[in-house]
T-cell receptor
Framework: DAKTTQPPSMDCAEGRAANLPCNHS???????VYWYRQIHSQGPQYIIH???NNETNEMASLIITEDRKSSTLILPHATLRDTAVYYC??????????FGSGTQLTVLP | DAGVIQSPRHEVTEMGQEVTLRCKPI?????LFWYRQTMMRGLELLIY????????DSGMPEDRFSAKMPNASFSTLKIQPSEPRDSAVYFC?????????????FGPGTRLTVL
């Protein structure tokens, strides 16, 4: 599975959009991009995933570049409860998810 | 739905003791995963089961660790004997049967402290 690169930390003002980038330059055609988050002291939580098209659900939007080498997770109106570590994971034929170090998002009041 | 249930939530034990962690996956999910999380190593997959059968245990650190899934609604992770370096948060996750994508649902975790 392709490796991912994320900034270690980001801040966002409450009520503003949080844009979390992820680079996955070695992604191959059959690999999906998954996003999970982990709020302090809780288990990871699935957010969204995509292959090549942009995706949106009740939690977030996922924008994947046309060459699929990078993606951005967008939380449209961040709240204090969105403070968490966000993991970008690329997964293809491997049977399991591999979590990296993620991005610590801090939403500021 | 109750979600993935883990017990106990916290466990403090002394070195050399046996520790058993328990997990009840979401009903209808046929894949179950055990992870361990530490500050140093992050979130690591230890073992996963598909239809109650262990598929990949390459992440199990050593023979002191063992996991079982006697039926679709219950799994255990046992450490015997425990050591201080086993101190971590242990998560269980499950995935829906027939899922074409890897959406896993995690439990709240068991925080293990070995003194």
């Amino acid at each position: 599975d392709a490796k991912t690169t994320q900034p270690p930390s980001m801040d966002c003002a409450e009520g503003r959009a949080a844009n979390l980038p992820c680079n996955h330059s070695t992604i191959s055609g059959n690999e999906y991009v998954y996003w999970y988050r982990q709020i302090h002291s809780q288990g990871p939580q699935y957010i969204i995933h995509g292959l090549k098209n942009n995706e949106t659900n009740e939690m977030a939007s996922l924008i994947i570049t046309e060459d699929r080498k990078s993606s951005t997770l967008i939380l449209p109106h961040a709240t204090l409860r969105d403070t968490a570590v966000y993991y970008c994971i690329v997964k293809g034929s491997a049977r399991q998810l591999t979590f990296g170090s993620g991005t610590q998002l801090t939403v500021l009041p | 739905d109750a979600g993935v249930i883990q017990s106990p939530r916290h466990e403090v034990t002394e070195m050399g003791q046996e520790v058993t962690l328990r997990c009840k996956p979401i009903s209808g999910h046929n894949s179950l995963f055990w992870y361990r999380q530490t500050m140093m190593r992050g979130l690591e997959l230890l073992i996963y089961f598909n239809n109650n059968v262990p598929i990949d245990d390459s992440g199990m650190p050593e023979d002191r660790f063992s996991a079982k899934m006697p039926n679709a609604s219950f799994s255990t992770l046992k450490i015997q004997p425990s050591e201080p370096r086993d101190s971590a948060v242990y998560f269980c996750a499950s995935r829906k049967a027939g899922a074409s994508t890897d959406t896993q649902y995690f439990g709240p975790g068991t925080r293990l402290t070995v003194l």
